[in-house]
């Protein structure tokens, strides 16, 4: 009788013994590893790989990354894009990460040991960066902001609001239902296309707790419309004359203007106008890490800091190193993308379009993160096949994940949000599929 093959197959430790396994261990963590051995055991017991594969097969069954996020090289044009995580962080809020990710002064000083105001640097670069506010904070997200300030200034009470910004923005962003689950009462007034000064005062008495304003980002409403400005809205007053705080959600994350965003509201201008407080994403055209901003007046900052719902949307020491990077240092990869000139960006479509034999076309980019609806980027794009579009999403072997935009039938490589030094990756993923197709769709035989 011959020996039965399965004895050959290597054992459990003796595969977790040797150098590579070892060293994939220190980086991935033994269970992974070892999970990738036992399987590849159980192939050979099938009978699906021989024994003396179970070592190979094993090795290349590793994960190359501990974690299952992809990154992906985004050539949809579309600047912020929630479903791929918003805004890429700039190389040194990456390094500020890196370096925050050990043991770190996040609330100590250490000239003397004690404890200190967590993220102060942060606080002090947001203030620096919007002189019109006297106080800031970060919490954990755009929404964490604006839950905050509502429970904060008017939960039992009032949050008064106009039935033009009743909005919904997307990934579960409803304003009513997001007011209603901190216990305010949402009061509306107006109309969904005008709402007049008079509506919010006939509103105001000694229940409101604040007034909302929040910017509709994601959607315009033209024609017979009316909205009541900031400048209004600061000289509301209850029937005791006592001041009404007037929270401004404006979203973006803009701290100051941008010429080429003109209906986007940035912090210090509607500060300027007479918003108490605005509250705004860090992950949007800031281009920062995922956080919710508050800036404004300090005592009201300060009333929002003392609740004691801040600490269940506190920030961690990741996010406040990346978020003081980007505010201190060089232009955020997003503010790069969205000011791309159009003819840097035919440049270097027309020599991948070249490299890879397709053609370029002109397309326009897209803001996105419900940010800028009108506002087109024009630019220029290689028209692809639409179903090369699926096969760059899922590439064989290390090629970089290209996420292509779907348009009108066709696929379209944008590189407005690629960094120009991985123009090259793109044409090497491109290539590959590109070639694919070919072979899928040999020409006909003459
Ligand atoms: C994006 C957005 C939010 C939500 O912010 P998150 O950071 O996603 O929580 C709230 N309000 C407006 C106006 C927005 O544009």
Redesign the pocket.
Known sequence: MSEDPRRAIPRTDDVLGQAPFVTAAARLGRSVVRTAVVAAQQRARDEEIAPDRVVEAALAALPTRTSSLTPVLNATGVVVHTNIGRAPLSPSAIEAVVDAAGYVDVEMDLATGARSRRGAGALAALLEAVPDASGALAVN????A?VLATTALAAGREVVVSRGEM?E?GDG?RLPDLIASTGARLREVGTTNRTHLRDYADAIGPETGCVLK??P?NFRVDGFVTSVGLEELRGLTRPDGSSVPVVA????GLLAPDPLLPDEPDARTWLRAGATIITA?G??LLGGP?A?LVLGDAEVVDQLRRHPLQRAVRVDKLTLAALEATLRGPASPVTASLHASADDLRLRVDALGTAVGREVVPVEGRVG???APGVPLPGWAVEIPIDAVERLRQPAGDLPVVLARVDRGRGLVDLRCIPADRDGDVEAALRAVLGHDDALHPLPSP
């Open positions: 997200n755009g929404a964490a604006l909005v923005i962003f929040v910017h980002s959600d404006i979203g973006s994403s992950d949007k995922q919710g993160g419900g940010g």
